[in-house]
């Protein structure tokens, strides 16, 4: 059974800082690894997804990359902003067969960029 | 907005009542999903549906629950006799079968009293 842990479980920064969080997957046979953020109350925002053949993906401040062989993903977010401010989620999507569906999710580290 | 769609946003009820949720996904997205969010925790895989078979169910979806999708459009979500371990934030995704990137919807917020 896939199982996602997310590092740290908050994390609270000065405005303009650059970040990193981390993700570990148990099973490393994952068709993608999508990260999200998730404001107070609401749904998923899809930030980046990285396949399994891929290292890394960036768009605009965020870079996130992929070691299956290990199981770890990390987002880098660089100059940070207090609009930044959310939970953020990642999860694996299960290599299984041609059936590729079940996302199975971390906890989510909740980050705070302070003004 | 051609974004996934959820109602309703809110739904407060009574222990015992049923509640229907709707999910309407991504025009041309054939893959929807829906999944279980508590707080504090990442959210769980309920079920998923191809066009309009539903090819998988969690151990997590008890028998109270039953989702459907006829003509493989929009999705129902049916809790019968609510508990108030059903009070959670139910989430829908759809995907298109080529990319397998899931898209969310806002989510319907649960409460049972």
């Known amino acids: 059974k896939q199982e996602v842990t997310q590092i740290p479980a908050a994390l609270s920064v000065p405005e303009g800082e650059n970040l990193v969080l981390n993700c570990s997957f148990t099973d490393s046979a994952i068709y993608n690894l999508q990260w999200f953020r998730q404001d107070p109350g609401k749904g998923l925002t899809s930030l980046l997804l990285?396949?399994?053949?891929?290292r890394e993906q960036t768009s605009g401040r965020l870079n996130a990359s992929l070691d299956k062989s290990s199981g770890r993903s990390t987002l880098y977010i660089a100059a940070s902003q207090p609009g930044d401010s959310a939970t953020y989620l990642c999860?694996?999507?299960?290599?299984?067969?041609?059936?590729?569906?079940?996302?199975?999710f971390g906890k989510g580290t909740l980050l705070t960029v302070n003004p | 907005d051609t974004g996934v769609s959820q109602d309703p946003r809110h739904k407060i009820t009574k222990r015992g009542q049923n509640v229907t949720f709707r999910c309407d996904p991504i025009s041309e997205h054939n893959r929807l999903y829906w999944y279980r969010q508590t707080l504090g925790q990442g959210p769980e895989f309920l079920t998923y549906?191809?066009?309009?078979?539903?090819?998988?169910k969690s151990r997590l979806l008890s028998d109270r629950f039953s989702a459907e999708r006829p003509k493989g459009s929009f999705s129902t979500l049916e809790i019968q006799r609510t508990e108030q371990g059903d009070s959670a934030m139910y989430l829908c995704?759809?995907?298109?079968?080529?990319?397998?990137?899931?898209?969310f919807g806002p989510g319907t917020r649960l409460t049972v009293l």
């Open positions: 549906f191809q066009n309009e078979a539903q090819l998988e």
């Open positions: 990285i396949q399994s053949s891929q």
């Open positions: 995704a759809s995907s298109f079968r080529g990319t397998s990137e899931q898209f």
């Open positions: 999860a694996a999507l299960e290599a299984s067969g041609g059936s590729n569906y079940k996302l199975t």
